[in-house]
């Protein structure tokens, strides 16, 4: 899996979206069975932040974050890494011991 940081400086305000993607068929299929994680981001500008909780496959840079210094921006960014990082840390230690097909003798 790979995520890219996309920064946009524009008007003075610095812009911050994501792009994930490139998941290894491990992590799809950990992703079927046990659902796929969601991750909070922002959207919008600096006055108006909207938080949403947003599943890993569907982050893209469409949902951006505007920030009116670069501080912020950066923390916010490290806040989002941090968060997928996590997250598909604690979906790849899954173990599916339940999924099985039994046949039984009536």
Request: negative net charge.
């Amino acid at each position: 899996m790979k995520v890219m940081v996309n920064r946009n400086l524009n008007g003075g305000i610095y812009n911050v979206s994501f792009a994930v993607g490139n998941f290894t068929s491990e992590e799809v299929q950990k992703m079927s069975s046990f659902g796929t994680p969601t991750i909070d981001i922002l959207t919008g500008q600096p006055a108006v932040h909207v938080k949403m909780s947003v599943p890993i496959t569907q982050i893209n840079p469409q949902l951006k974050a505007g920030f009116r210094d670069e501080q912020d921006a950066r923390r916010y960014e490290e806040e989002v890494v941090n968060a997928i990082k996590s997250a598909m840390t604690t979906l790849r230690e899954y173990q599916d011991n339940y999924s099985s097909k039994q046949e039984v003798d009536i």
